[in-house]
Nanobody, 115 residues
């Protein structure tokens, strides 16, 4: 079982920055990949960024160059640094972990970007 707890969301003006954190209960060494997804009102959940156990990253085109995903194995935490935020980034951001082909999700954290 994997438990994920997100934090760091909030309200920010366009052009601002936020850093999201996803704390993993237990060691993240056994987790194959982790990622951040987001869901805006009336829209489907979409991939934002992923990072594998080997450190390989992948980003949605809409966030490339603005968002950075990273992991701190010592702290069992994955981060999403979000810069140059836009109103269209407004959504609930949810942390994801894949372990032995099972997918786990956090509760989500709200990010609101005002224009």
């Amino acid at each position: 079982q994997v438990q994920l707890v997100e934090s760091g969301g909030g309200l920010v003006q366009a052009g601002g920055s936020l850093r999201l954190s996803c704390a993993v209960a237990g060691s993240i060494f056994s987790i194959n990949a982790m990622g951040w997804y987001r869901q805006a009102p009336g829209k489907q959940r979409e991939l934002v960024a992923t990072i594998t156990s080997g450190g390989n990253t992948n980003y949605a085109d809409s966030v490339k160059g603005r968002f950075t995903i990273s992991r701190d194995n010592a702290k069992n935490t994955v981060y999403l640094q979000m810069n140059s935020l836009k109103p269209e980034d407004t959504a609930v951001y949810v942390c994801n972990a894949v372990k032995l082909l099972k997918w786990y999700w956090g509760q989500g954290t709200q990010v609101t970007v005002s224009s």
